[in-house]
Structures are given as C-alpha cells and as structure tokens.
C-alpha cells in the first residue's frame, strides 16, 4: 500500500503551526473605526494584495506571475471595515486538495490533532486560526475548501451562495463554483463578517430542519453517532427534522459529475499556464492535468446535466425556507500516515457531500460541534441561494442552542 509524505511547516515564536507564509508578513492595517474595528484576519495566499505576489501555493506561480496591481475588493471591505490583515496564509497547490498538503512551502499544523490533517485548501486560514493567531480569516471554497477544514479544525466556516462576494482579485480554479469563504471561532464573528461582505436583503426566519437521509448513510457510524446529539438539540429548539433525499443519483454520481465539471473548468482557468510554463508541479495536481485533457466530451456533457437537474432540485426543495442538516464532512481529518488510496476514498466520500451546495449554489454553513477520537467534527447547515444573512443568523441561534463556540 502506497504511504504519504508531506513536509511539515516551519514554525516560529509567532506561528507555532505554521499557518502563514514563509518571509516577511504581508499586512494591512484597519480602519480605525467600523464594524470590524480591532478584529484581525489571516487571508489565503490567493488574494491579490497591491504590491505583493500571490504564490497560490506553488514557485513557479509565484516566479511567472507579476505583483498585484491592486487589492482584492472583498480585502479591501474588510479593511475598510477596520479589520486588520496580519498576514497571508498557506493554500494547497493550486487550490486543489482537501488534505491541506503544501509540497513546497510545508503543511500547516492541524493545532487540535497535531497527527492529522488541517484540511484544504484553506489550510493556513483553518489552522492558523484554530490556533488563534487571528480572530477570523479568509479562504476559498471549490469543492469543500473552507468548510473541510473548519471541520476538521474546530471552527465555523461558511462557504456563501455563489457569486454572493465579489471574486474579483482571487485566483481560479473552478470558476462556477469558486466562492469567497471565511472561518471564525465563534458564530457571532462570522456573521459580523457577512455583514460587510454580503449584499444586502436576504434576511428573515428559517425552517424547518431537513435531515438529508443520504450523507448521514454516507458518515462514518463514529461520525453519525457524535453528531445526532447536536441536531436532536436543535429540533428540540427549532422543531423535528423531515428526513429528505436530494441526491437520488447517489452521492457518488454527484463526486464523478463534479469531476467532470472541475476537469473542465480547471483547464480552462489554469491549463495555458500549465502547459505553456510546465511548472513543477506535486505528483497529485501534475496527474490531474495529465488526464483532464483526455475526458471524453461526453463525460463533460453528462457532469453538467447531472450538476442542473441536481441543482434545480435541492433549490426547490430549499424555496420554502428549509435547512438542509448534514455532516459536513463524514470522517474526522485523516491521519498524517494515512495511505494515497485511503485518501482518494475520503475525497471521493467527501466531495459527494460538498456537491450539494456546490450544484445548487447554495450557502452552507458549518458548526464544530463533536469530536470523534478527539478529531473535530462539524455540522452543516443549508439554505437557499441568496438567504445567506438569515442562514448565518440561524446558525448563531444554533450554536447559542448548542453551547458553542467563543462569546461574541
């Protein structure tokens, strides 16, 4: 059985996970007042900051690609909202991963299970603040890149209806599906932060739960049973969940359509760099461009019409105000030792998940409520496109029913 080596961070006095980039800080002070005034975040090394390059976790990216001409607009929001940027964080190669793994730069430290992953692609983001080196940061989210590593680090993480926050001056992968994301460790904090970076409308009350039979099946026994406390105490406040079935393709169907989408997408994005530069590239994102080119035309076809009917259903489902219930992700983090073909197994069981709000462009949020084997695991909650502000409310409301989470 093939067997895993990834080189961990350095670390210093003032990142004990290495969490941030290597070199000087990138940084940005706040305004001095405004909603977010003396809050500081960490940002994902894939957002333009004016006169500095974005590596996007790889050398050559960083050696073929010139400074930012200007800052990415939702950076600047937050700034201008008084947040305080410390510093850029790690991302996968290329945004492309779920485990958080950086062959060039050293994977960041999972600060609550030091021998597991910190999940990706937001990897440095997740760490860095589950070991509160700032008060919230900014990542992306693809195919599980913010909410995969909120879980298996113990925060709250949102990936928000797509196109909901301006992506200008943040690096593609998958264009359709690429979000602008954010973790906190409290939800009070992460819906501060919507307030300066969602447009406006989208409020009002939710409900009812609905429970999604098919990735609770899909969850590790483990990870199901730490899990249904949490959602019996939320019934207990918000009423019994309905039992629903939203992907009756089967989650599997949902993990190969979405790779044949990405597949697409991430060529169109990133394959003339790719095949023009030849980059050095890790093993894993060099075989995806190897074999992307050759899907069959059909296959892509079938991806996107297996991505509408999908989409078009969960919409429908959530037109009434329902919120979708879930394991975010069905196993806790991998472990470091863990085994090539033990974590192809996770991604394909894990993006089958993530599909949901990726097909239907809806805003998910996850909450760390559970630890199996003391691994954190989190819990989704989903709403309709476009209800991201009431969603982040609800998902306040639930972690005060659920007691978690940091005083606002």
Same mark, same amino acid.
């Given at each position: ?32 007042? +405004? ?35 200007? %800052? ?6 937050l700034v201008e909202a008084g ?15 779920l485990t958080g793994e950086n ?100 409020? +009002? ?22 899990? %249904? ?81 999908? +989409? ?97």
């Amino acid at each position: 059985m093939a067997t895993r080596t990834s080189r961990r961070a350095a670390k210093d006095e003032g990142d004990p996970v290495g969490a941030f980039m290597p070199g000087p800080r990138v940084t940005i002070a706040g305004a001095a007042s +405004g909603p977010l005034a003396g809050l500081t975040f960490g940002l994902k090394d894939l957002f333009d900051v004016a006169g500095h390059v974005s590596t996007f976790g790889n050398p050559d990216w960083a050696r073929t690609h010139p400074p930012a001409s200007i %800052t990415a607009p939702c950076v600047t929001m937050l700034v201008e909202a008084g947040a305080s940027m410390v510093g850029k964080t790690k991302t996968v190669e290329l945004a492309a991963g779920l485990t958080g793994e950086n062959l060039w730069y050293g994977t960041p430290t999972n600060p609550v299970c030091p021998d597991r992953y910190p999940g990706g692609s937001s990897c440095g983001s997740a760490a860095g603040l589950a070991a509160g080196l700032f008060d919230f940061a900014l990542g992306s989210d693809t195919a599980g890149s913010v909410r995969i590593p909120a879980s298996y680090c113990g925060v709250f993480g949102i990936r928000p209806s797509w196109g909901a926050v301006n992506p200008c001056g943040v690096l593609p992968l998958g264009p359709s599906f690429d979000t602008v994301g954010w973790f906190a460790r409290d939800a009070g904090v992460l819906r501060r932060v919507g307030e300066v970076l969602l447009p406006p409308g989208g409020e +009002g009350a939710l409900g009812p739960l609905l429970k999604v039979e098919e990735a609770w099946m899909n969850a590790a026994p483990a990870v199901a049973n730490a899990l %249904t406390p949490a959602l019996e105490r939320l019934e207990a406040r918000f009423g019994r969940a309905a039992q629903v079935e939203v992907a009756v393709e089967g989650l599997h169907t949902f993990f190969d359509a979405f790779r044949a989408c990405n597949n697409e997408e991430n060529l169109s994005a990133l394959g003339p760099w790719v095949y023009g530069v030849k980059p050095k590239l890790s093993p894993t994102v060099q075989g995806r461009f190897d074999t992307a080119p050759h899907q069959p035309p059909a296959k892509t076809a079938w991806g996107r019409h297996v991505r509408a009917v999908a +989409g078009a259903r969960i919409r429908a489902l959530l037109g009434g105000g329902g919120v979708l219930v879930f394991p975010t992700s069905p196993v806790p983090a991998p472990l470091l030792s863990s085994s090539t073909e033990e974590i192809m197994a996770v991604r394909e069981q894990t993006i089958g998940v993530t599909s949901i709000s990726g097909f239907s462009g809806a805003p998910e949020v996850t909450l760390p409520v559970a630890r199996v084997d003391g691994a954190p695991v989190g819990l989704s909650l989903l709403a309709a496109p476009g209800r991201d502000r009431a969603l982040l409310a609800f998902a306040q409301a639930a972690a005060e029913t659920l007691g978690i989470g940091e005083p606002a």
